[in-house]
């Protein structure tokens, strides 16, 4: 299970939503209880289909309760907070209504206010969330930034990933992690990736030991973190072993949290330039980005080609 508490979420949001915390545990867990729910579900306005959210209430939301009967009003409060909510966000410097007040205080559900609009506390939660309780995974392999593109270079070990890695950032593109990566699912189709705190900035290069690319090549040789957009497969020739397929019809992808990620093979031989072809597969797959697929366009080409009668030579 992923969980946060609601006293990190004050820690990390106070300042920049202006919390002020009015009554209320803080050690309430917000937590990911089933897969098919999203971090952002946990946060929404005031709803009683989902008394379990943090609950936000905004201008509208006290301006609805202002027509209806106190009765009817302390029925449904009642009826959130016997759910527990991890916590209730009064915004938009709207005033704490006695009633919500005092039933927070009897339940002990942490209760807060905020002079920000509504609609923007609710999206900052939500963005919060999504990043401190997304599904993670660490893989094995090097992240690097290629062209303002996150890839991510696999192999086995000794395949030359790291060397790989250090003539890319030679020729200024940057490093986010080495040997291991942390990709954490931040939307339903959007992996980030970062390097672990502990290997930050640094790179093993066989013969060379460990190296700290930032004091050697500097600030601009590092990225804290990149979207994950393509995997480039390192593989090493052996004989009798074909070779991957020369003109491919379908892309291929790897799985990587339940989020298809387009996959390249280049095969490791001597006198083949990586680098370069590593550059030339991000080429392609930018332009891919843009609806420009080259192999597609080759066999249109040819296609034509055959039915006007004049075959290609």
Not at 170 to 190: I, Y
Request: some cysteine; proline content about 5%.
């Amino acid at each position: 299970m992923r969980q946060t508490s609601v006293a990190l979420l004050y820690e990390s949001l106070r300042q920049r939503l202006e919390l002020t915390h009015v009554c209320g545990r803080l050690d309430t867990a917000i937590a990911v209880a089933e897969e098919r729910i999203w971090p952002a579900d946990l946060v929404g306005h005031l709803n009683l289909i989902h008394p379990q959210r943090l609950q936000i209430l905004g201008a509208a939301e006290l301006a609805w309760a202002r027509r209806q009967s106190r009765d009817k009003i302390a029925h449904h409060l009642n009826e959130i907070l016997a759910a527990h909510p991890p916590a209730i966000v009064v915004a938009d410097g709207a005033e704490v209504p006695g009633l919500l007040h005092g039933l927070c205080e009897n339940q002990g559900v942490a209760l807060f206010t905020t002079p920000q609009p509504s609609a923007g506390v609710v999206d900052q939660l939500r963005q919060h969330l999504a990043r401190r309780l997304a599904e993670r995974i660490s893989l094995h392999g090097v992240f690097m930034d290629v062209l303002g593109i996150g890839v991510f270079i696999t192999g086995t070990s000794g395949v030359g990933k790291s060397e790989l890695a250090l003539e890319l950032i030679s020729r200024g593109h940057g490093l986010v992690a080495d040997d291991v990566v942390e990709f954490a699912r931040v939307t339903p189709t959007v992996l980030e990736g970062r390097c672990p705190e502990l290997l930050q900035d640094f790179i093993e290069v066989r013969g060379l030991g460990i190296i700290n690319i930032r004091t050697i090549f500097g600030e601009t040789a590092c990225r804290r973190k990149m979207r994950l957009r393509l995997v480039c497969h390192l593989e090493r020739r052996l004989p009798g072993v074909d070779d991957p397929s020369r003109l491919p019809l379908q892309q291929e992808v790897q799985n990587i949290l339940g989020v298809q990620v387009p996959r390249v093979i280049l095969p490791v031989a001597a006198g083949r330039n990586l680098a370069v072809l590593l550059e030339a597969a991000v080429r392609s797959t930018i332009l891919q980005l843009r609806g420009i697929d080259s192999t597609q366009e080759f066999i249109d080409r040819q296609s034509r080609a055959l039915n006007d009668g004049d075959p290609p030579t």
